[in-house]
Nanobody, 124 residues
Framework: QVQLVESGGGLVQAGGSLRLSCTASGNTFSINGIGWFRQPPGKLRELVAAISSRGTTKYVESVKGRFTITRDTAKNTVYLQMNSLKPEDTAVYYC??????????????????WGQGTQVTVSS
């Protein structure tokens, strides 16, 4: 079992920055990758960024150059630094412990390991 706890959401003006944290506990050695997802109101949840256990990263096109995913292995924590935020970034952000294939550059979320979500609101 893996438990994930997110933090760092909030209200920010357009152009501002936030840093989200996702801390894992439990059977963390089984984690191959961590993904950050977001779900805007009335829309489907989408992958925003992911990082593998080896540090390989991937981003959705809309956040490239603005968001950076990093990890602190000693703290079992993955961060999502979000800069130049836009109103369309408003969503509940979730982290997921899943599987990252560097070969196919694909992230496969686990249906069982989600955090509780943290709200990010960007005002115009």
């Amino acid at each position: 079992q893996v438990q994930l706890v997110e933090s760092g959401g909030g209200l920010v003006q357009a152009g501002g920055s936030l840093r989200l944290s996702c801390t894992a506990s439990g059977n963390t050695f089984s984690i191959n990758g961590i993904g950050w997802f977001r779900q805007p109101p009335g829309k489907l949840r989408e992958l925003v960024a992911a990082i593998s256990s080896r540090g390989t990263t991937k981003y959705v096109e809309s956040v490239k150059g603005r968001f950076t995913i990093t990890r602190d292995t000693a703290k079992n924590t993955v961060y999502l630094q979000m800069n130049s935020l836009k109103p369309e970034d408003t969503a509940v952000y979730y982290c997921n412990a899943g599987s990252f294939s560097s070969l196919s550059d694909s992230y496969y979320p686990s249906p069982n390991y989600w955090g509780q979500g943290t709200q990010v609101t960007v005002s115009s």
